[in-house]
């Protein structure tokens, strides 16, 4: 079934990972360091971390002292940014059912299409710089 709001476990990883990495943005991030904090599979969030350094959003450096550091500052990289990078582009739903469009027109008027682009727009007004410090790192190494 589709929705108007669909936000995968890697997206949510990817978010939360780089608002740890933009609390603290010259300290690399260590995937053993962030998966204690966020709690998830250490397998899981490497993939993820992996993906956004392909994308661009992060550069990795390994090594005991390595780990994962923003490649642009935290104000030039938006929740939409990694969004996309993880689940492709934000296009604007139109049906609550996955139906390309209804014959007869949508009960619902253009509400999904508005509810879509809302999301969109906000994701791509926060920058991590606005959310840095709202999680903090764990101490351990």
Known sequence: MSGIIKISEAANLGMHALMLMASEPLR????????????VSENHLAKVLQRLVHAGLVTSTRGPKGGFLLSRAPDQITLLDVFEALEGPLTDHTC??????????????????????KFRKQLERTRLSDLAGAIER????
Request: charged share 20%; with cysteine; hydrophobic share 35%.
């Open 28 to 39: 690399p991030l260590a995937v053993k360091q962030a998966i204690q904090t966020l709690e």
């Open 138 to 141: 764990s101490d351990a190494p």
């Open 96 to 117: 609550l059912l996955g139906k390309p469009v209804c014959s007869e027109g949508c009960m619902l008027g253009n509400y999904v299409t508005k509810a879509t682009r």
